[in-house]
């Protein structure tokens, strides 16, 4: 019920910056929060950022000073502001939304976006 697209991916050299959208779309519900993940090659999925209610934020302490997560509620779109990049964060990024209608709550995922840093 709702599809998320993502965007803003690519390659970037170490210390540079990349910017990621997230927009949901669909009809008839509520986003509580939304999360950017990401999984690189042999390791578990790991939640980057998180963004509640457009005003409390979450973040892992290894992106904490360096990436920043935003979110335009008109727009049902998240951002990931990436600053200060690394190799080690090269990976697919996720993004992920809690939403609700008047019958339920569920979460959806978006289909992932790959980020290389260069050394």
């Known amino acids: 019920q709702v599809h998320l697209v993502e965007s803003g991916g690519g390659l970037v050299q170490a210390g540079g910056s990349l910017r990621l959208s997230c927009a949901a779309s669909g009809s008839g519900f509520s986003i509580n929060a939304m999360d950017w993940y990401r999984q690189a090659p042999g390791k578990q999925r790991e939640l980057v950022a998180r963004?509640?209610?457009?005003?409390?934020?979450n973040y892992a302490d290894s992106v904490k000073g360096r990436f920043t997560i935003s979110r335009d509620s008109a727009k049902n779109t998240v951002y990931l502001q990436m600053n200060s990049l690394k190799p080690e964060d090269t990976a697919v990024y996720y993004c992920h939304v809690f939403w609700s209608n008047e019958r339920r709550y569920d979460d959806s995922w978006g289909q992932g976006t790959q980020v290389t840093v260069s050394s």
């Open positions: 963004i509640i209610s457009g005003s409390s934020t």
